[in-house]
């Protein structure tokens, strides 16, 4: 049996899945937060909120925020009081959005953020304390690679946080959700960004392997202490994990 294909922005457009994504965020990217206010109703504020507090007792002095967009986790990381967030996304325009919203909250000194591939990190084995993405885990063209990665740039002992969506899997709330993401969303998206943005939303949510499927991707990678915390009815879920101390 064939690998099933990886589900993509653009079915009309002859390029691998990476170049499709960075193509479309750079597309959405002066409407991108406007539109995750809009479609969560500002919750998705509130994700990034509690999934910050989860890692708060592990005093993270340097922190790798992949797929940062904009740098709204990388922002609300900086709680913490890390030493350094390194943010690296491959889309540009999103990050020049990022890095005014970063200087207008006063964290040049703090967060840096810098153009680089999430499968093929720029950084040396053993370098952060926590590597953290919100909603850019699905958009990775080879998942294992990309989990993989982040794994080898931990330090021993250090943790993974990831927030991204999730489809409910409890009725009543499972159909009405699978509506909204279906038709209203894209529909949404249409009228105030770009519709295949949004379609593509639902196609890769309804795709990915959430929760306790991913916690098994994350132990493929080799990370123990695997958990997920599904939010909002399950629309949304944090996971964490542990790259092993193999130094006791």
Known sequence: MSAASPIIPYNDLNLGKKEQVRKMFN???????????????????????????LVKKY???????????????AIELAKLSPKKITGIDIAEKMLEIGRKKVKQKGLSSKIELMEADCENLPFPDNTFDLASSAFGVRNFENLTKGLSEIHRVLKPGGRVLILEASEPVNMPFKK???????????????????????????????????????????????FTDTQ???????????????KEDDRK
């Open 59 to 73: 005093a993270p002095g340097n922190i790798l925020d992949i797929a940062t967009g904009t740098g709204d986790f």
């Open 27 to 53: 597309t959405i990217a002066g409407r991108y937060d406007f539109m995750n206010r809009l479609l969560t109703l500002r919750i998705d504020v509130l994700w990034r909120r509690k999934a910050v507090k």
């Open 176 to 222: 009405p959700y699978k509506v909204y993401m279906s038709r209203i969303c894209p529909a949404i998206g249409g009228a105030f960004s770009e519709n295949k943005a949004y379609d593509y939303l639902n196609r890769s949510v309804a795709a990915f392997p959430s929760g306790k499927n991913f916690e098994a991707e994350l132990a493929k990678a080799g």
């Open 228 to 242: 997920s915390i599904p939010l909002s009815m399950g629309v949304t879920s944090i996971y964490i994990a542990k």
